[in-house]
């Protein structure tokens, strides 16, 4: 989305919000899942039961996690969407500005790309570990 003033010379560069908002729903993924199995395999059991113990809420995220690694793939998927798709908007003419959009477009990549490897940890713990260790 291009937002432009009367001269012409000032363009808004694409917000990296999506791509917070995908590391966000990815780090669900790992609480839910990856964070229960690494406390249990290095024999930190009493350490998980103290995390339910204190936050309960914490189960239901493992009682749902179809549901939570659904709604997390479809928030990276669009986030890399719109940023694939906004990938050679123009930045700014001023070179400050200039500079910090392509920065920003870089930091935006690489937390995206965090939350792809956030959501594949996360998803292995969740739907394919007790098949290759608990078996």
Same mark, same amino acid.
């Given at each position: ?20 908002? +995908? ?6 993924? =790992?609480?839910?899942?990856?964070? &229960? #199995? ?5 024999? $930190? ?32 998927? +669009? ?6 798709? =906004?990938?050679?908007?123009?930045? &700014? #003419? ?5 500079? $910090? ?35």
């Amino acid at each position: 989305m291009n937002y432009t003033t009367k001269n012409q010379d000032v363009i808004k560069s694409p917000s990296s919000i999506p791509a917070f908002l +995908s590391l966000f729903t990815s780090r669900g993924t =790992l609480i839910c899942c990856a964070l &229960p #199995a690494l406390l249990v395999s290095i024999g $930190a059991g009493a350490v998980m039961a103290g995390i339910i113990e204190t936050v309960p809420q914490i189960t239901w995220l493992g009682k749902n996690k179809t549901w939570v690694f659904l709604f997390a793939g479809l928030m990276i998927a +669009s986030s890399g969407y719109m940023q694939w798709k =906004l990938r050679n908007a123009p930045c &700014p #003419a001023d070179p400050i500005k200039a500079l $910090a959009c392509t920065k920003t477009r870089r930091i935006s990549w690489i937390v995206w790309w965090t939350s792809v490897v956030a959501f594949l940890v996360g998803g292995f713990f969740a739907f394919f570990a007790q098949y290759l260790f608990f078996n």
